[in-house]
């Protein structure tokens, strides 16, 4: 399978910080799409991306396509306690495939 | 965005027994879902994809025998862990993908923790 490659594995971050995250592939992917996962709980869709280049914000989350179509970016501007989480990605080669996941950016922040 | 509903979220079975897990899309129909097995603090590993009306289509490694997977309608699909054993304690979540042609989406369970004694 496809291995996508997600850092930093883990951030402690002050609260009010900013957070950048990203995921590589050695593959071009057509879709990326960002979760967050909080403990017992299923991932929740944050941004979907489907044009490289695309850069998509959801309140206090910025997420790019990169260029390349191998990577992918997400921000987090002033982090407040609640985006404690671990943050996947999610990349699917060609529509109508399965989705690869990223190996999670889990986020702790401290108030 | 759209709503997929599993249940149960956590389950006790003794050894040898079998379990079922339901998932449901409420507000769309899934022509494809997918389980997924997590352990702590690690990604998501697919499982299984599940294809309304036909047979699942298992990643390798996967025991077909083991993890029943039934799509029987648009908006259900089933996982039936059969003679679980400690082992196969685990946390599973399903997920189904938005249908049609265009960009799509991947909405997920909350998951369900499966403890077996």
């Known amino acids: 399978g496809q291995q996508l490659n997600q850092s930093p594995q883990s951030m402690f971050i002050q609260e009010g910080e900013d957070v950048s995250m990203n995921c590589t592939s050695s593959s071009i992917f057509n879709t990326w799409l960002w979760y967050k996962q909080e403990p017992g709980e299923g991932p929740v869709l944050l941004i979907a991306l489907y044009k490289a280049g695309e850069l998509t914000s959801n309140g206090r989350l910025t997420a790019q396509f990169g260029i390349t179509r191998k990577d992918s970016f997400l921000n987090i501007s002033a982090s407040i306690p609640s985006d404690v989480g671990i943050y996947f990605c999610a990349g699917q080669l060609t529509t109508g495939n399965q989705f690869y996941f990223g190996t999670g950016t889990s986020l702790t922040v401290i108030p | 965005g759209a709503v997929v509903s599993q249940h149960p979220s956590r389950v006790i079975c003794k050894s040898g027994t079998s379990v079922k897990i339901e998932c449901r899309s409420l507000d769309f129909q899934a022509t494809t879902m997918f389980w997924y097995r997590q352990f702590p603090k690690k990604s998501l590993m697919l499982m299984a994809t599940?294809?309304?009306?036909?047979?699942?289509?298992?990643e390798q490694g996967v025991e077909k025998d083991k993890f029943l997977i039934n799509h029987a309608s648009l908006t259900l699909s089933t996982l039936t862990v059969t003679s679980a054993h400690p082992e196969d304690s685990s946390f599973y979540i399903c997920?189904?993908?938005?249908?049609?042609?265009?960009?799509?989406?991947?909405?997920f369970g909350s998951g369900t923790q499966l403890s077996v004694l």
């Open positions: 599940s294809n309304e009306g036909s047979k699942a289509t298992y």
């Open positions: 997920s189904a993908r938005t249908p049609g042609l265009g960009p799509e989406k991947l909405f």
